[in-house]
């Protein structure tokens, strides 16, 4: 099939998810939008007004493929259908980017449409490294693996996250994609440091950075609890950690994400624009 | 300690179910409203799903009412699939045998309406056969022809008024619906589905032409209140007609 996209990498400047609601105003005036991301499972249907929205984007956009359907952390094999219809979307579009989620999604054949966690350790470790070896084999292209969002922490596991993500990257050859909210919100939720976080992240293996709003919640003991909810605005503090990624990895890639009560242009616009002061300080 | 997969997918989908021990909170003490956030994030995000692909049913039988449905199909239907898309694949047959909902027998019809203008919105692209083609065919030929029908086409014949009763919910000002038998036709002329009522004859001629049928074949089926003269008016106009041959 024609190949639309002449868009070999995503520059480090602002990118963000893409909605269809806001195809006419981003093809009018992007703003500072240079790249966009696409929900890879939203475009495996066989034709219609999403595939060609997709393909005039791509002609004009560099635009990331993120996947939230593989379960590359799950316990059993990877879905050969669904892999199958993730390299058909690749070989057509030929994105800028590849990424995906160090969760899980699917068990004993149900999807469960949430990143669901996993335990680090040397049995997940080896299961994980081997997903990713089969993922950028079928693709022929290296992919990104995202840092998710924990809410809690698993007894049996004897790696830090950031350890396992290091130990991926060195077994696999894959990039990071770093999420900065997920990084403030399993560091407020697990009580640890999210600059140690990022101070023991490997940033030279970075690709693209994320940004999105949580929910604010507690737990029955009174604990704060942050929810990863992509619908709202990013808080001060992630955008005060995101100064601090950039001042050590220097400007990435960064999408703002908004997935739930998805806003008008102009205030998504606004965060991207927000983005690019983060990308450039004066 | 280990927690299984299995373990996590038994107690996330069962509220009533303990958390799985292994699993814990920063000072080493059971995470049990922190499971919840995984509880309640799948089953909002499938609930949120199906009302995203179900607006006629839920408007039906109103909010609350779906939302418990939800509830029930999603426990009982995981999604096989990634493709959230086409989540809901059984709906009709689960809302046909949801005793809650026998007061409205039409609604599993009207659920397979929904399914298939999802289906018709993500099918693949096609060229229409050119207007004049099927008339330059000669007279004595045309019975044997067959005509290759766009993938976004499909039929529904029911014994409720299901044109009517979508046409009630989804337009301003359509006439209300009166309690007969009826059938439609899912098309996809641009990018946006449409339904057309035909009758069940129509709906038979159709499905035997889509199985590759000829014409005259697909006429055979049909009984007597066939008008194929329409029914193929029908077909044409909305660029269902990809090839004859």
Known sequence: MLDVSNHTSLPPRPGVGYKPQHYNDIMRDPGPVAWLEIHAENYMGDGGRPISQLRHLAERFPVSVHGVGLSIGGEGTLDPDHLARLKHLVGWLNPASFSEHLAWSTHDSHFYNDLLPLPYNAATLARVAAHINQVQDTLGRRMLLENPSSYLAFAESSMSETDFLRELVQRTGCGLLLDVNNVFVSATNLKTSPQAYIDDFPLDAVGEIHLGGHDEDEDETGATLLIDSHGKPVVDPVWALLDYTLAKSGPKPLLIEWDTDVPEWPILCAETERAAMALAPA | ?245
């Open chain 2, 1 to 245: 300690m280990t927690v299984s997969q299995s373990d996590f997918t038994a107690s996330m989908l069962d509220p009533a179910a303990s958390v799985p021990s292994g699993l814990q909170n920063p000072d080493g003490a059971a995470a049990s409203k922190r499971f919840n956030v995984y509880r309640n994030n799948v089953a909002v995000s499938l609930s949120d799903a199906l009302e995203t692909a179900f607006p006629v049913v839920r408007k039906l039988v109103g909010d609350q009412f779906f939302r418990a449905m939800a509830g029930v199909y999603l426990r009982k239907h995981p999604p096989k699939s990634p493709l959230m898309m086409f989540y809901g694949a059984a709906m009709p047959q689960f809302l046909s045998r949801f005793e809650p909902a026998k007061s409205v027998p039409y609604l599993p019809d009207i659920a397979k309406v929904e399914l298939a203008l999802r289906h018709a919105y993500h099918a693949a692209d096609t060229k229409p056969l050119d207007a004049n083609a099927l008339a330059a065919v000669a007279p004595d030929a045309l019975m044997r022809t067959r005509l290759k029908i766009a993938p976004a086409i499909q039929t529904i014949t029911s014994p409720y008024p299901i044109h009517a009763i979508y046409r009630a919910n989804t337009v301003a000002d359509a006439s209300k619906p009166i309690m007969q038998p009826e059938a439609l036709v899912v098309t996809r002329a641009g990018f946006d589905p449409e339904i057309h009522l035909i009758n069940a004859a129509a709906a038979s001629c159709i499905d035997a032409l889509a199985q590759g049928q000829s014409l005259g074949e697909a006429m055979a089926v049909a009984d007597d209140t066939l008008d194929l003269g329409a029914t193929l008016g029908v077909l044409l106009a909305q660029g269902a007609v990809t090839e004859i041959y």
